[in-house]
Structure formats: structure tokens, C-alpha cells
């Protein structure tokens, strides 16, 4: 019988973590694709290989290296009521969407998740105060989701696969709306991300603070693209 493996992530915190994971949380993640739909577009995105190979890019380029290092980084800070370090970390994000839809996605689905936040721990006294100070930011997603996750006893690793599987669950979905791929297509899709989440979240929780960035011209191009294209689905 093994005597190595880790303790158990507690129920409790294993259920929250699928909570906030899930595409049904009143955030609005389901109205934004982040660039893909423009991609399908605009740089001929036209199969599922494609399409899964685009994601993995996002996953290893953007997201590891930009918001997951930052919710690892954030996490630490709620947790450890760094009020300063917090803002710092919010306003990265914020310089750091070089689109006006991009910004409006992070603003929207952070004040979102500090509204879900109020309405959930109200009567948690030693959470709230956290919850007017994320309010007061103004929040970001990255940031909130954070804040969101910090209650639990997730370790930071397994915040971080929470997002991120969140966050693919997300992507394929809107890969579905925007193409013809069947229900068995993004299935192989979302396990390639899952395959490669791990890796991703071991990555972004090894990143000081000066070592994120948010450098993806192409990403940036395709987003002021969206912002003009002629015919949408969604609103990045």
C-alpha cells in the first residue's frame, strides 16, 4: 500500500473548485471566445486539428504565462490579506488587455464574480471585507477568481487546473457555436487541454512576478479584428 500520496483535497473544497470551473457560473464566460472567433475568420481556422492546436497555444502562451501566473500570485495575496500586492496584481491586468473588448471581458466577468461573491458569503463575516476591497478595484476575472478560489484548502496548483479546465471548457464551446465541429470533435479537443493543463498550471506557479507577460501580438490583432468583423456570435 502506497504511503506517498498527498492528502486529499477536502470535499468541501474539491465541490468549490468544480463550481467555479463550471461554464453555468454567472459570470458570462459563455459570450466571449477571446479571439477565436475572429481566428476562425480571419487566419483560417478550419479544422478540428486546428482549432486544437490554436487552443494550446492560448493555453502555453497566454493563459501560463499571463493570468494563471497571476492567480497563482493573487491567491497568496488574498489569502494573506495583501491588500497592496492585490491591487498591483489587478492593475497588471488591466494594462495588460490591449483591446477595448478584452478589457470589457475582464472588467464584466470580474464585477460579476464579486456580485456572485457577495451573494454567497454575506453572512462571512471574516471573508467580506476581502469581497468590498475586491469590489472597490475594480475587479477583474483573474483577480476575482482568485479571491474566489482562496476560502478552500486548494492548494495553488489545484486552483490553477480548476481555472484552466474552466476556462477550456469555455473555449471549445464557443469553437462548437462558431464552426461545424460535432459534440465528439470538442470532446477530443478539451482532452487535449486537459492533457496539457498540468503542465500549463506547474508552469505558471513557477513564475516570480517579473517574469509574467501578456506579449501575444497576434492574439491582440485578431481582438481588434472581432471588434469589427461583420458578423458575431460573441463579444471578444
Do not use: C
Amino acid at each position: 500500500m502506497r504511503t506517498d500520496r498527498p492528502t486529499p483535497l477536502p470535499a468541501a473544497s474539491f465541490l468549490q473548485l468544480m463550481w467555479l470551473a463550471s461554464p453555468a457560473l454567472p459570470v458570462g464566460g459563455f459570450s466571449y471566445s477571446e479571439g477565436l472567433e475572429s481566428a476562425i475568420e480571419n487566419a483560417g481556422l478550419a479544422s478540428e486539428a486546428a482549432v486544437g492546436d490554436w487552443l494550446l497555444d492560448q493555453l502555453h502562451i497566454t493563459q501560463a504565462r499571463g493570468d494563471m501566473a497571476l492567480i497563482a500570485k493573487a491567491v497568496g495575496a488574498w489569502r494573506r490579506s495583501d491588500w497592496a500586492h492585490v491591487k498591483e496584481l489587478n492593475d497588471w491586468v488591466l494594462h495588460t488587455r490591449e483591446t477595448s473588448e478584452l478589457r470589457l471581458q475582464t472588467e464584466q466577468m470580474g464585477r460579476s464574480m464579486a456580485e456572485w461573491l457577495r451573494n454567497q458569503y454575506q453572512s462571512d463575516e471574516a471573508l467580506m471585507p476581502a469581497v468590498r476591497h475586491l469590489a472597490a478595484l475594480p475587479p477583474t476575472y483573474p483577480v476575482a477568481f482568485a479571491l474566489a478560489a482562496s476560502p478552500t484548502q486548494a492548494s495553488v496548483r489545484e486552483v490553477l487546473l480548476a481555472y484552466a479546465f474552466g476556462w477550456a471548457e469555455n473555449m471549445v464551446q464557443a469553437a462548437l457555436k462558431s464552426m461545424q465541429l460535432g459534440q465528439s470533435a470538442g470532446q477530443r479537443i478539451l482532452a487535449r487541454l486537459a492533457a496539457a493543463i498540468p503542465l500549463a498550471a506547474d508552469h505558471a506557479a513557477s513564475l516570480m512576478d517579473s517574469e509574467r507577460q501578456a506579449f501575444s501580438p497576434m492574439l491582440a490583432i485578431l481582438s481588434a479584428q472581432h471588434e469589427v468583423q461583420y458578423s458575431r456570435l460573441f463579444r471578444s
